[in-house]
């Protein structure tokens, strides 16, 4: 069984610092990463993929990613009230296979 | 980026009654589409994949009679909860994907479907 693993949370970080999501996954071999953010009865949106080891930066969000440790995390920087959601870590095994999805972290922003 | 459109964003409807929501792919060919429920509070459940042109796939515990996936063109694919009861009441999600390439799957806005 493919899983991915990630705290559900809530993990509470004050406004302006960095907040750190961090995710596992079970299959070695995975080939493609994707962090979704999903508000409050809405539903997921992409906001990073990354592919290759090390770091991958998009104006504040930073994902890095460590294959030998099966490792993968977003940081924000910066953080505003409006980060507050939930974070969905996702992996895709093969390039034909299914994303899966972990269950999320709840980040809460404290103003 | 890529844009799915899920149609309609809302429904309320009454028990026994047959719902039909769209998935469509504005600017990309889907090969794939995908659907999910979520309950509340809770995470998203897989309930199926759809190719196009093929049967689709269902999840375990998620009756194909009960919830029929037409994918008949690579940018549209539909979901029709049969004879819907209060307990299929819930946030239904599709998401669409260009498989083989690796690239992420883009979720449609949602539809939240209420049955009285």
């Known amino acids: 069984q493919k899983e991915v693993e990630q705290n559900s949370g809530p993990l509470s970080v004050p406004e302006g610092a960095i907040a750190s999501l961090n995710c596992t996954y079970s299959d070695r071999g995975s080939q493609s990463f994707f962090w979704y953010r999903q508000y409050s009865g809405k539903s997921p949106e992409l906001i990073m993929f990354?592919?290759?080891?090390g770091d991958k930066e998009d104006g504040r969000f930073t994902a890095q990613l460590n294959k030998a440790s099966q490792y993968v995390s977003l940081l924000i920087r910066d953080s505003q009230p409006s980060d507050s959601a939930t974070y969905l870590c996702a992996v895709r095994p093969g390039r034909d296979d299914k994303i899966i999805f972990g269950k999320g972290t709840r980040l809460h922003i404290l103003p | 980026g890529a844009v799915v459109s899920q149609h309609p964003s809302r429904v309320i409807c009454k028990s026994g009654t047959s719902v039909k929501i769209e998935c469509r792919s504005l600017?990309?060919?889907?090969?794939?589409m995908f659907w999910y429920r979520q309950f509340p509070k809770q995470s998203l459940m897989l309930m199926a994949t759809?190719?196009?042109?093929?049967?689709?796939?269902?999840e375990q515990g998620v009756e194909k009679d009960k919830f029929l996936i037409n994918h008949a063109s690579l940018t549209l694919s539909t979901l029709t909860v049969t004879s819907a009861h209060p307990e299929d009441s819930s946030f239904y999600i599709c998401?669409?994907?260009?498989?083989?390439?690796?690239?992420?799957?883009?979720f449609g806005d949602g539809t939240r479907l209420s049955i009285l």
């Open positions: 998401s669409a994907s260009f498989q083989g390439t690796g690239q992420p799957q883009h």
């Open positions: 759809s190719n196009e042109g093929s049967k689709a796939t269902y």
């Open positions: 990354i592919y290759s080891n």
């Open positions: 600017d990309f060919q889907a090969t794939t």
